[in-house]
């Protein structure tokens, strides 16, 4: 089956870090995005991996591992406007291309 | 900004009636994907459209329907209007073929049932 797992809700403190996990199983893959989504806005692109390892942008790094479906989100040096969800999106062109499943979305609450 | 704008952005609409949202892509992309985003959930992908015609479709019944205009614009019918239907609707501009490219957001519809 079509599974994209990650947790519900994650707080932190201003100024730490946090990682955000998430678990794939998807009949194709050819991408995994990171989107982040304030509340009643639109998702807004984070990062893209689409081979092993850690792709690191600023204070955001993600990482995959393809073997064990498996990715994760870092958000260093926490910012209170960072409170918001986080959406784990895999692209899966076995039915049409640029097809992404998403996740059910992280909120991650950061507190002073 | 993505360049990626959405009409209208809130609607109200009874159950029964049939409602069109618009979407345009960005500036030299040639494919439009439409998700349904629920409250708390993450986005369900509805269609994709690439050079006019429906390129992939998800678990959504024949009442959803769509059209890609050639300015690479769209449009996304849902007819029969249920209150399940109530969401935020979320267009997305792409360019087929290209390998790692991200999918652009429009602001997205808040569609209101009742």
């Known amino acids: 089956g079509q599974n994209i797992d990650q947790p519900t809700e994650m707080t932190a403190t201003e100024g730490a870090i946090v990682q955000i996990n998430c678990t794939y199983q998807?009949?194709?893959?050819?991408?995994l995005f990171w989107y982040q989504q304030h509340a009643g806005e639109a998702p807004t692109f984070l990062s893209y991996n689409v081979l092993d390892g850690l792709e690191e942008k600023g204070r955001f790094s993600s990482f995959l591992s393809r073997s064990k479906g498996y990715s994760y989100l870092l958000l260093k040096e926490l910012q209170m406007k960072d409170s918001a969800s986080y959406l784990c999106a895999v692209r899966d062109p076995t039915d049409s291309w640029g097809k992404l499943q998403f996740g059910a979305g992280t909120q991650v609450v950061v507190t002073p | 900004e993505t360049g990626v704008t959405q009409s209208p952005t809130h609607l109200i609409k009874t159950r029964g009636q049939q409602v069109t949202l618009r979407c345009s892509s960005q500036?030299?992309?040639?494919?439009v994907s439409w998700y349904q985003q629920a409250l708390g959930q993450g986005p369900q992908f509805i269609f994709q459209?690439?050079?006019?015609?429906?390129?992939g479709r998800g678990n959504f019944p024949p009442r959803f329907s769509g059209l890609q205009f050639p300015n690479y614009s769209s449009e996304l019918n849902v007819n029969a209007l249920e209150l399940d239907d109530s969401a935020l609707y979320l267009c997305?501009?792409?360019?087929?073929?290209?390998?790692?490219?991200?999918?652009?957001f429009g602001q997205g519809t808040r569609l209101t049932v009742v």
């Open positions: 998807t009949s194709g893959f050819n991408g």
């Open positions: 500036s030299g992309h040639n494919t």
């Open positions: 459209y690439y050079r006019e015609e429906e390129n």
């Open positions: 997305a501009s792409s360019t087929a073929g290209t390998a790692n490219t991200e999918a652009f």
